[in-house]
């Protein structure tokens, strides 16, 4: 397949990157892309880059799990990992472009239902959202069982203070678009979602934070289960989570995150970029 478009290749708009404009973080803005052309690729590549990270964090179980990127012309086209192909395999010219009909309009591999049941209504809802990442895993499924939103217990928790929704309404696999459109409700303009029996969800400004921010997720409900475990953790007080959540729950910090896993990803597998 060819990711090429013949597309309007001045139609670039700058990036938000900073939803908020008044909320200040302790990095400096990333500079946005000069052309469509650019940014696609970019994204392409981030994306393809995602699955593989993802691979080594142990998020890929069976055929569950999906991260969505954008297209940067075609608001309403997003690109996806196809159905069937391990997240460590996944090279640029495996995704698929889909439209906001379920059509895939560049692959011929399968898409899988519930990708586009939830990340079509996600990117419908919120177009301030570039990328959108979900799987199954471990530590996400484990906390999600307990139905509640985790708690500020840690320095790195504060990037999710008041930042995380709760959806708790699990009614199996999501293959239908309203329940798709129940979760993006529920997300809102959040960075991630809980989904109850279910597992995690993160969503971003770029493919770079959404991905990051999910490794993030996992991390703290991780770290959670193993303080809940051990005794009883002891909560940041209010005024000092939001401070470090304005310091450090900016997309420029989880841009850099990623850069620095991702950079390294290159170098040892450098045919993700095919």
Avoid at 148 to 166: G, M, P
Wanted: aromatic share 8%; glycine share 8%; proline share 5%.
């Amino acid at each position: 397949m060819s990711a090429v478009l013949s597309i309007d290749r001045n139609a670039a708009q700058p990036l938000e990157l900073n939803p908020n404009p008044q909320q200040k973080y302790w990095f400096d803005p990333i500079p946005p892309r000069t052309s469509v052309q650019a940014e696609r690729r970019h994204r392409q590549e981030r994306l393809a880059g995602a699955f593989r990270l993802f691979a080594r964090f142990g998020f890929a179980q069976g055929l569950a799990g999906h991260i969505t990127a954008r297209d940067p012309e075609l608001s309403d086209h997003f690109w996806v990992n196809p159905l069937g192909i391990h997240f460590s395999r996944i090279k640029v010219s495996d995704l698929l472009l889909v439209n906001s009909k379920g059509e895939t309009v560049i692959g011929d591999r399968p898409l899988n239902k519930a990708a586009f049941a939830i990340h079509a209504a996600i990117h419908e809802h919120n177009p301030k959202i570039i990328a959108a990442a979900h799987t199954h895993s471990t530590y996400g499924k484990a906390w999600s069982t307990l139905g509640r939103k985790l708690d500020t217990i840690t320095q790195d928790s504060c990037v999710f203070h008041e930042d995380v929704a709760l959806f708790d309404d699990f009614t199996g696999m999501v293959v239908d678009t309203s329940e798709g459109d129940r979760i993006a409700q529920a997300l809102g303009d959040k960075k991630g979602a809980i989904l109850k029996n279910h597992g995690i969800l993160t969503a971003g400004p770029t493919v770079e934070a959404a991905a990051w921010w999910y490794i993030a997720l996992d991390n703290a409900c991780h770290t959670q289960l193993l303080a809940e475990a051990a005794g009883k953790p002891q909560p940041i007080d209010e005024a000092t989570a939001r401070h470090t959540h304005s310091q450090i729950g900016g997309p420029e910090g989880a841009i850099h995150s990623f850069d620095s896993l991702y950079e390294g990803l290159v170098e040892a597998e450098p045919e993700l970029l095919l």
